[in-house]
Every structure is written in structure tokens, then in C-alpha cells.
């Protein structure tokens, strides 16, 4: 009977192409789920509910940058719908988020508006590429500590931005660290201390008390209240209440030298985000998790669109995305409303903005840079792990003395090395009992640059006048820095007294049988393969009597193969 030729495996580009085919039947079938009856009008309250949180975080997030707030309604309704459109999850909402805004505020004061527009266009081009490159997975290989040390600069430096607001210092004080001495302290405004302190409040007693009601919007309307009692406390300015028409920026009249490593932190840093939401997401709603590299191509297309519209750079929002699943939400058609009711308040309302406090906005940013230090999860790794407490605040310090990337380019850095630390100890050399004539050791763990040390216990563990048997099995990993530390090692203690014979190289190390054999040590011997094949599992797992009967079987080998070097000349084989 003939068989059928054997399947080649698949290619990358055969990989990638069906990846996309999935996500664009997957886009397609969660397009169809908005038009479900059954489901309709939750999504449609939902996707209201969401706007009502977004709209004073979006406001407060574009003055934060040093742009008008009727940017942040812009980017939210047109970067918004894309996102919900073209994402790799049904309920991420996309939008301006505190992340980005320390490196946004830095590209305005910088380039000014019209250079944003630039990076944030870049930074989409970016994204799609880091999309098409299937780098979405990464993101899932970044420590912890790194994460949290990333969230935890972004808390601190929204609370140097935004803390003179709260305490109505003059508008030329933009942040803490630039105060040079004490003098403008004299200028806290009372008033609008006291409207920030009842917004802080109210967004952290709210939750507890009334958890479907949207904290950040009743915030808002109890500021705004106050503001007409206390007259005085300054206000947003009034919306240009338009819509902007799209056009491509400029991008040769632009410093892109300058621009580019900009852009690339800001998709460095709205992927990251983007991703670490998509996961907070399927934390909470489960099934099917989130199609990561579509996702980073959505963000690109949404960072793209937003440049077109004169909006600001965007990523998934962790707030608003927590609040379209506490809404109930099950479909894109929740944070698509959510942009289109954004737009609406633009157009319909932009001219009652100018009643909210500043003080308000720059409370409610003040509770989100709070909820992204976890202060319970540094103790808990001090107590725990130093070194992980070690890694969250080196992230953090070096995050706000450089910059984003060279921050958690450390953090990883540091991870790697206590990673490769604690490898350094996790190299075990057991004896196996095969009788009084043979020892028999088994390497067990990863054999590389930072453990070859370890390699000292063979000599201690064999005895000097008996033949020894390495069982290689156990290796899990090897380089090519362990594999010769291994020959070195072996080649120094072997002997006619001692020969030495090696048994079941693993096989993914290709390093490790190349270096053996390279071997000019006349008593270092590979054991032959009926040996392999008779002791195939763990030595530790071996019973003795199997174990005896794989070295009975090679014990007439090794006593003729000795036999045949004492009668060779000394120079090798």
C-alpha cells in the first residue's frame, strides 16, 4: 500500500499568512455581533457609560499636554472608533492615556503642535510595522517588576505635572521638580485646593459606595458647582466646538532627525500600554485572549488616523476599557459609541466646557497616577524578593532621570542578570549507585557561561581510581561557553586510571557534542550507542538494576577500548 508524501512544515510566511486570515474572519464576525438584537441596547448604554468617564479624562489628558482640550474629545472620537473597528479585542477602548503624556508633553514644548503631529503619525507607522513583525508576543516576556517600575514612574510623573494645579500655583510653575526654591509655594490657591481635594474624594469614595455610577463625570459636576460658589478658581478654555478636516501632516517641513527616536518611544511605550491593558482584559473577561499583533496594527492605524485629525498620540486605555466590562459590555459596538458620543459632546456642548475647573482635571489625573503606583505590591516584594523590589525602583529611577526606553531597557537588563544569577546555582551533579567498579555522575540544569564553575564538583564526586560515566541527559541547556568548560574539565581529570565515558547528549545541544569531540584526551570517550540505548530515562529515575545492566553492557567496550589506548602511541588517538 502507498503512503501519501509527507506535509512540509509550515513556513513563517505561511504562519503569517493565516494569522492575518484569522484576524480579518475574526474582525469580520465580531463586526456581525454589533447588530445582534439581544445584545443591542446594553452595548448601546454601555458605550454611553463609557463616554461619560472618558470625556473628563480625555480633557484632562490634552491640557496635561499642553494642548487644547477640545483635542482630547477629537482624538477620542476619531482614534477611538478606529480602534474599536480594527482591534484585537471586542472591548478595548482607545483613547489619550497618562502614559503617553509626560513624552507627548516633551514633543509640544519641543516641536510644538504641529511636530506631534509628525511623531504621533511616525509612531503609528511604528506600531504597524512591530504588528507585521508579529511582536506582540514580547510584551508577555517583560518582567514583572519592570511593568510595575514602568507604571510606577508614569504615577510619579503625573503627580510632578499635575500637583501645582491642584494648588492653583501660577501657570508658569508646569511642574514640581522645576521649582527652584520655596517662594511660589506662597501662591497655593485655597480655593482651588479645597475644589481638588472634594474631586479626589469623591473619585475614592464613589466607587465604594455606588460602583455603577461614573465617578470621574459626578467629580466634574460637584467641582463645576463649587466653582460658582467660589468664584475665581480658573477654567477650561472654551471648546472650538468643529470638527477638524483630515490632512496628511507635514512631514517634510519637520526636524525628523529629532522626531523619529521621539516617535519610536512614543509606540514603544503605546504598544506596551496597549498590550498590558489587552491583558488586564482577558484577566477579567476570559475565552479567547486578545490577537495581540492586531492590535498593535489597529493602534498604528488609530495613532495614524488621529495625526490626520490633529488629534494626539493614543493607546488601549486601562480605565475606560476596566469601565465597558463593568458596564456589561460584549461587543465592539460599546467603545464605537463611546467615540461617537465624544464627537456629539464636541459639537453639541463644546461651549459649557469653559465652566469646569481646572483644578477638577488635574484631580482626576491625580487619582490615576495614584492607581498606577501599587504600593502593596512593593512591600510585598520587598518583604519577599529584594531583588525584584531592587529591579521596580531601578526601572522607576531611571525612567525619570533619562527617559522610557532607556528605563525599562535597564529594568530588562537587570532582570537578566539576576536571572542569569540565580542559574549560576541550579547546576546539580548527582551520583547514580552502579556498583564498586563504576562511578556514575548525571549533570543535571542549564550548563553555560555563569554556572561553568559548578563543573569543580565532578572532581570532588569521582573517585580517583575507579572509570567514571557522565550522564548528559539532565542538561537542559548549554553554550558553547559551558560545553568547553565541560571538555576542560573533563579532559583534566581523565586518565588510565580513570577513563571517562560520556552517555545521551541531549539533543538540542549542538554545542556540546561538538566540543566533545573535539577532544584530544585519549581516555575521554563517547559511550556507544547500545548504552544509550539501554539507560534512555533520568538516572534518578533509573532503578539500580537497570542501571547495572546498562553499565554491565558497557563495561566489555570500555575494558577493550582501555586496553586499546595503553598500547597507542601518547600523542592521541
Not at 77 to 105: F, K
Not at 183 to 193: Q, T, V
Request: with cysteine; proline share 8%.
Amino acid at each position: 500500500m502507498m503512503t501519501s508524501p509527507s506535509t512540509a512544515p509550515p513556513t513563517d510566511v505561511t504562519r503569517n499568512l493565516a494569522y492575518w486570515r484569522e484576524s480579518a474572519a475574526f474582525t469580520w464576525r465580531t463586526w456581525l455581533e454589533m447588530f445582534e438584537r439581544r445584545s443591542l441596547t446594553a452595548n448601546l448604554a454601555a458605550g454611553l457609560t463609557i463616554a461619560l468617564v472618558a470625556l473628563p479624562l480625555n480633557l484632562a489628558l490634552a491640557i496635561a499636554c499642553g494642548l487644547p482640550p477640545s483635542v482630547g474629545l477629537v482624538t477620542g472620537a476619531v482614534a477611538g472608533a478606529v480602534g474599536a473597528l480594527l482591534g484585537g479585542s471586542r472591548l478595548q477602548v482607545t483613547g489619550p492615556e497618562v502614559a503617553l503624556a509626560p513624552v507627548t508633553l516633551l514633543i509640544v514644548a519641543d516641536e510644538g503642535p504641529h511636530g506631534l503631529l509628525v511623531a504621533t503619525f511616525l509612531c503609528g507607522l511604528f506600531q504597524i510595522g512591530f504588528g507585521l513583525l508579529r511582536l506582540g508576543g514580547v510584551v508577555r516576556r517583560v518582567p514583572r517588576p519592570v511593568i510595575a517600575g514602568f507604571m510606577t514612574a508614569i504615577g510619579l510623573l503625573v503627580f510632578d505635572s499635575q500637583l501645582p494645579r491642584l494648588l492653583g500655583l501660577p501657570g508658569e510653575v508646569t511642574a514640581l521638580h522645576t521649582l527652584t526654591s520655596l517662594g511660589p509655594l506662597h501662591y497655593i490657591d485655597a480655593k482651588a485646593l479645597v475644589i481638588g481635594a472634594v474631586v479626589v474624594a469623591t473619585l475614592l469614595v464613589v466607587p465604594r459606595i455606588l460602583p455603577r455610577v461614573p465617578a470621574p463625570l459626578l467629580g466634574l459636576g460637584v467641582a463645576t458647582l463649587l466653582a460658582f460658589m467660589l468664584p475665581g478658581v480658573p477654567t477650561v478654555a472654551p471648546l472650538d466646538a468643529e470638527f477638524p478636516a483630515p490632512r496628511w501632516p507635514e512631514l517634510a517641513s519637520s526636524r525628523l532627525t529629532h522626531l523619529i527616536p521621539e516617535a519610536l518611544a512614543l509606540a514603544l511605550l503605546a504598544s506596551l500600554d496597549s498590550l498590558l491593558c489587552a491583558a488586564s482584559v482577558d484577566a477579567r473577561v476570559g475565552g479567547a485572549p486578545t490577537r495581540n499583533d492586531q492590535e498593535l496594527v489597529a493602534q498604528g492605524l488609530a495613532n495614524i488616523a488621529s495625526a490626520c485629525f490633529g488629534g494626539m498620540p493614543v493607546a488601549a486605555a486601562v480605565v475606560r476599557s476596566m469601565a465597558a466590562i463593568e458596564a456589561r459590555a460584549s461587543s465592539r459596538l460599546a467603545p464605537l459609541v463611546q467615540s461617537l458620543c465624544l464627537g456629539a459632546a464636541l459639537l453639541l456642548f463644546g461651549a459649557t466646557v469653559s465652566v469646569v475647573p481646572l483644578v477638577a482635571l488635574a484631580a482626576i489625573l491625580l487619582v490615576v497616577g495614584y492607581r498606577l503606583i501599587d504600593v502593596r505590591l512593593i512591600r510585598r516584594l520587598w518583604s519577599l524578593d529584594p531583588w525584584e523590589a531592587a529591579i521596580l525602583l531601578a526601572t522607576s529611577a531611571a525612567i525619570l532621570f533619562t527617559d522610557f526606553v532607556s528605563g525599562v531597557v535597564l529594568g530588562c537588563a537587570l532582570a537578566l542578570v539576576r536571572f542569569a544569577y540565580s542559574m549560576t546555582r541550579s547546576l546539580a551533579i548527582r551520583s547514580m549507585d552502579a556498583g564498586p567498579s563504576l562511578d556514575v555522575l548525571r549533570i543535571e540544569g542549564p550548563l553555560f557561561f555563569a554556572s561553568q564553575t559548578l563543573l569543580d564538583g565532578l572532581r570532588a564526586r569521582a573517585e580517583a581510581q575507579r572509570p567514571l560515566l557522565v550522564d548528559l541527559s539532565g542538561l537542559t541547556a548549554v553554550d558553547s561557553t559551558g560545553a568547553v568548560a565541560l571538555r576542560n574539565t573533563l579532559e583534566g581529570i581523565a586518565g588510565e586510571e580513570r577513563p571517562i565515558w560520556l552517555a545521551n547528549f541531549p539533543d538540542d545541544a549542538p554545542w556540546l557534542r561538538a566540543e566533545l569531540e573535539q577532544t584530544r584526551a585519549p581516555w575521554l570517550r563517547i559511550a556507544p550507542p547500545d548504552f544509550a540505548s539501554a539507560h534512555t530515562g533520568p538516572a534518578s529515575e533509573s532503578p539500580p538494576s537497570a542501571l547495572r545492566a546498562a553499565v554491565a553492557a558497557l563495561r566489555h567496550p570500555l575494558q577493550a577500548e582501555r586496553t586499546a589506548v595503553s598500547t597507542a602511541p601518547s600523542g592521541g588517538e
